[in-house]
């Protein structure tokens, strides 16, 4: 048997006491018992003309999406389930879809920082523990102009509750550290030292890549790809280019990609 005191809630002004100060990035933090999806909070809020920094927590997404449309659900309080707002308006457009690389790598720091667990990213945007997904990104760019960038992250979520095998948790990996407030902390941490990094860099993925590179789950890995057609492909991910594509060796040559499912294929 497990009670609420195994799932405390997040307390939103404690939050922004440790947040939400003079210089940082984050300008309010806000916590919901229950939503469909808080990418659409913070869409309608950026739509709204709220500020860059805005954060919005869920203790409970009822209609939670992921990437390619998928669906996101978890327990009450089981899961950091959070999305920002940020409106890097001096990086120029094209540079824009770089959040997507760097936002999974600011969750995977925080996840080694004070979990103590070995987190990794798979391209594009999860994050794993060896090939189990710990947690997915969601980055949306909306009227603003704005990006919403939506983390959903397993925190206490238990064997019987996974919504697949492949799925994991902190607790299932024995993190140091299963407090979602402490968790949710070191992200937005995290997150804003790449992030403010990167806009002083004008949208420089020399910002990025040698951290993504250092921390692929992919790279270097047998791969089957599914490509936004519908078709696949098999191959070695070999490298990121220089705009974020993913480079396949292919029986047919290198394939650049810069949108698939991917999913790691076992040795032989």
Sequence with gaps: ??????RPPLDARFLRGRL???????????????????????????ADGAAEGLVVAAELQSSGRGRLGRTWTTPARSALLMSALLRPT???????????????????????????????????NDVLVEDRKLAGILLERVEGPAAVVGIGLNVTLREAEKPHPAATSMALEKAATTDRATVLSAVLRELATRYLAWVEADGDPATILPEYRELSATLGRAVRVELPDGTFLEGTARDLADDGRLIVDTADGPRPLAAGDVTHLRAS
């Excluded at 940082?24 to 309608?44: G, K």
């Excluded at 790598?105 to 391209?123: F, S, T, Y």
Aim: charged fraction near 15%; glycine fraction near 4%.
């Design 1 to 6: 048997m497990f009670s609420d005191l195994d």
């Design 20 to 46: 939400v100060r003079p210089g940082s990035l984050w300008t309010q933090i806000d916590v919901l018992a229950e939503t469909p999806s808080t990418n659409a909070v913070v869409a309608a809020a950026a």
């Design 90 to 124: 001096a990086v120029a457009a094209a540079r824009w879809p770089w959040l997507g690389l760097l936002v999974p790598l600011a969750v995977a720091a925080a996840v080694r920082q004070v979990g103590e667990i070995p987190a990794l990213v798979k391209w594009p």
